[in-house]
């Protein structure tokens, strides 16, 4: 059977149907986290890994693994992942104050082929803010190191002074004494701050409620202060990005009988956590955590 003219393949239309052998649309899971991109975001970096395998040049679609909901499946840290797709829509990467996962992430963009991105997270390359020499995990890896670098004064903000943050949480459950999965958990009913004023409002602003103990002047101390939210990692998170560190924390556990007919006990638990911040240059510019938490605890 004779083809006509207007029957014939058009290479336009031949290219256009290579290029959709992707969605335009493409679902990835990322160790686990699941992540959402155009397709021509991934092949924007020709040269990159995932520009080689999303590449419109060959069907490689088949050649992929795919998790068991049929996303492309790419085994590799879900977590850093965000900014290495950051990288490849704006080409350039944005860090929040503190990142302590710097290396980590310069790793995964050699993994990924990312040689630019590569340059942007070397060391020489990176401007430090001050509070990059409060970190206790370097950038080498040595994740058991027991000393800090200190920065210059000249690097040190006028504005930020040294001092404690006390959290504090009470919480509760009821359990009964056959089995634990009987453990009925209490929400935390609020997180208390304990410190002074102008930490406490530094860290956490306006989530921060003042209500129990209000027209307190900036440096005076509080112990009545709580926060809005409810999720203390939350909180952690604030104080990390503030500069603080945990030194200390303790915990006490009571029980008492729900009632006389019942051998259910009410578990209480009371929850502290003391977060400290030092703004000031030693001599060393060295200096052991047990000698801040020694600091804080006295002789």
């Known amino acids: 059977m004779?083809?006509?003219g207007n029957c014939r393949t058009n290479p336009k239309d031949l290219?256009?149907?290579?290029?959709n052998s992707f969605p335009d649309v493409v679902e990835l899971n990322v160790g686990g986290q699941v992540y959402y991109t155009r397709h021509s975001t991934l092949v924007g970096t020709p040269n990159s890994l995932l520009g080689k395998?999303?590449?419109?040049?060959?069907?490689?679609?088949?050649?992929?693994?795919?998790?068991?909901?049929g996303r492309y499946f790419i085994d590799r840290d879900g977590f850093l992942f965000r900014y290495v797709l950051d990288y490849l829509r704006d080409k350039q990467v944005v860090l929040p104050d503190h990142f302590p996962e710097k290396g980590r992430l310069r790793k995964e963009a050699e993994y990924f082929q990312l040689p630019?991105?590569?340059?942007?997270?070397?060391?020489?390359?990176?401007?430090?803010?001050?509070?990059?020499?409060?970190?206790?995990?370097?950038?080498?890896?040595?994740?058991?190191?027991?000393?800090?670098?200190?920065?210059?004064?000249?690097?040190?903000?006028?504005?930020?002074?040294s001092g404690f943050i006390t959290v504090g949480y009470r919480g509760s459950c009821t359990m009964g004494r056959e089995?634990?999965?009987?453990?009925?958990?209490?929400?935390?009913?609020r997180i208390l701050i304990c410190g002074r004023v102008?930490?406490?409002?530094?860290?956490?602003?306006?989530?921060?409620?003042?209500?129990?103990?209000?027209?307190?002047?900036?440096?005076?101390?509080?112990?009545?202060?709580?926060?809005?939210?409810?999720?203390?990692?939350?909180a952690f998170d604030m104080l990390s990005e503030c500069g603080f560190q945990m030194v200390a924390c303790n915990s006490s556990v009571t029980a008492s009988f729900v009632n006389q007919h019942t051998e259910d006990k009410i578990w209480s638990s009371y929850t502290e956590y003391v977060f400290y911040r030092k703004w000031e240059h030693l001599c060393s510019c060295v200096q052991p955590r047990a000698v801040a938490v020694q600091h804080w605890m006295g002789p």
């Open 116 to 161: 630019d991105l590569v340059k942007l997270l070397s060391p020489e390359d990176i401007k430090h803010s001050p509070d990059d020499f409060f970190h206790s995990d370097h950038e080498d890896g040595s994740q058991g190191s027991d000393h800090r670098q200190c920065p210059p004064p000249s690097l040190v903000p006028a504005d930020r002074k």
């Open 53 to 69: 395998l999303f590449s419109s040049k060959k069907d490689a679609s088949n050649d992929l693994a795919r998790d068991p909901k």
């Open 15 to 19: 290219q256009a149907s290579v290029q």
């Open 179 to 189: 089995s634990q999965s009987d453990a009925k958990f209490r929400r935390v009913p």
């Open 198 to 234: 102008a930490l406490a409002k530094e860290v956490f602003g306006e989530t921060l409620n003042e209500s129990r103990d209000p027209d307190r002047t900036p440096e005076r101390y509080t112990s009545r202060f709580y926060l809005k939210f409810k999720h203390l990692e939350r």
């Open 2 to 4: 004779a083809l006509s």
